[in-house]
């Protein structure tokens, strides 16, 4: 799926999916990887958590329209 896309929506899928591993092993193991390497009261840490719910909504509105970057390729 990302092999085609353009650099954007590459950076929007791999924002996405470390975020949804960070959710992953928060809720199986209680362990925040992002709280640990970013701090825990970290502006670092919410911009991450900001990027991740940016790119949700991203991938979110992929399903309904295609990326205008992508349809030129």
């Not at 199986?28 to 940016?54: K, P, T």
Request: glycine share 12%; with cysteine.
């Amino acid at each position: 799926m990302l092999k085609q896309a353009c650099g954007l929506c590459k950076v929007v899928g791999v924002i996405a999916i470390l975020g949804v591993l960070n959710l992953g092993l928060a809720g199986a193991f209680n362990m925040n990887v992002a709280e640990q390497v970013l701090g825990a009261d970290s502006g670092l840490l919410r911009a991450f958590y900001i990027l991740c719910g940016l790119s949700g909504l991203a991938l979110l509105a992929s399903f309904f329209m295609v990326c205008p970057a992508c349809k030129k390729a």
